[in-house]
Each structure stands twice: as C-alpha cells, then as structure tokens.
C-alpha cells in the first residue's frame, strides 16, 4: 500500500511569513500533484511535477519533487489571507496496472491572518 | 463552463435508502474517477473507468457500492442499503488520454451526503 505523510497537518500564520509543506513517502511516484481546496469544493489542481529534482513556480508558490520521486514540497513566499485553504499531495502510481489511481496525502489546513 | 459537473451537491437520507449520484465529465476526457473525502482527511479512491471499461475498484468499495459509466461519458454511484459510516464527500474527477505519468485529474465539486 502506497501511503504519503503530509506535514505539517495544521500551520496558522501571519501575513507574509514563508512557508513550507512537506510530502513524503518510502514509494516512488510517478508524478505528484498538488491541490488547493476550500470548504466545500472539490480540489483545485496546482501543479504536477513528474521529473525528479523539478522546481515549478507558480507566482509565489515553488513546488520541488525528490531526486527520486518519493517526495515533494511546496513552499509560500508572502503568504497572502487568500492563501488560506487546504493543501493537498497526491502521487500517481509508477506503474502496474494502477495508472488511474491518485494516493492523497491527508492534507495540511493553512491559514493566514491578516 | 465546462468543468466536471456532480448532481446533486447535497443528498440527505435515512439509514438504509438507496441514493445515485451523477458525474458529467470534461467533455474530452475518456478516464473518469470516483473519490471519497471524510472530514480532516485527503480523498480516497473508490474507482476508475476509462471510457465505459471500468478498470479498477478499491477494497473501500464494498458490494452495497456500485458505478457505472455506460455509454463512456457520464457516470453514476450507488450506495444501496446507506449506512451512517457513508457519510461523506463523494468526489469525481476526469483526466485526458495523456502520457500516463502526467495523470492530471480535474474535480468536481463534489456531493456532500449526510446518512441519518
């Protein structure tokens, strides 16, 4: 069973502290998405990394995936209280027969005070 | 818009009701999935067809659960015999034929269900 550990689960800041989120798993993936979601809404896809060592930005988001593909971060410049939400991680199988199936970390809350 | 679509957005039911819910996919995508979201935790895979075929099921999938997605576009979920333990976010999400690597997958909006 692949699983991915998400940390932190909660982070409450202020606005314009940086910021990061942590995804980690012992398998290996072959890519991760990131998604945003607010209350009530489905998730909101961010990124997908698929190349180990990839950095993508996206405005003041930067998102890294591991040299071997088992874990990524996402970091916040500034964070903003439109940032508020909750972030998700989730990796695609590496192979098999399992190329539908998503593995969802369990998801960190941030939110940001103004 | 042409996002994926899910009917209804909130479905309360007595124990032991039969509920159906509807997902209308992004138009060109062929991979639909269905996800199950509970409170505080990230979603869970329930099952994935490309076009009609359904091509893999979770263990979470129990025999009161069924999809179908017959003529490859849209697709249904029925709970039957629903039990307080279903209540959740019963996501959809769709995904091109791409590079399989990639696997972006879209999401709906979801359908909150609440089983008294």
């Known amino acids: 069973t692949q699983l991915l550990e998400q940390s932190p689960q909660f982070l409450s800041i202020q606005e314009g502290e940086n910021l990061t989120v942590y995804c980690n798993s012992s398998?290996?993936?072959?890519?991760l998405q990131w998604y945003r979601q607010e209350p009530g809404e489905g998730p909101v896809l961010l990124v997908t990394v698929v190349t180990g060592g990839e950095v993508k930005k996206l405005k003041r988001l930067t998102f890294q995936f591991g040299d071997a593909r088992k874990d990524s971060s996402l970091h916040i410049t500034a964070a903003q209280p439109g940032d508020t939400g909750l972030y998700l991680c989730a990796g695609a199988n590496a192979g098999g027969t399992s190329y539908g199936k998503l593995t969802f970390g369990q998801g960190t809350i941030l939110t940001v005070h103004p | 818009d042409t996002g994926v679509s899910q009917n209804p957005r909130h479905k309360i039911t007595k124990r032991g009701q039969n509920v159906t819910f509807r997902c209308d996919p992004i138009?060109?995508?062929?991979?639909l999935y269905w996800y199950r979201q509970t409170l505080g935790q990230g979603p869970e895979f329930l099952t994935y067809?490309?076009?009609?075929?359904?091509?893999?099921k979770s263990r979470l999938l129990s025999d009161r659960f069924s999809a179908e997605r017959p003529k490859g576009s849209f697709s249904t979920l029925e709970i039957q015999r629903t039990e307080q333990g279903d209540s959740a976010m019963y996501l959809c999400a769709s995904s091109p034929k791409i590079h399989p690597a990639y696997n972006e997958q879209f999401f709906g909006p979801g359908t909150r269900l609440t089983v008294l």
């Open positions: 067809f490309q076009n009609e075929a359904q091509l893999e």
């Open positions: 138009s060109e995508h062929n991979r």
């Open positions: 398998s290996v993936f072959s890519s």
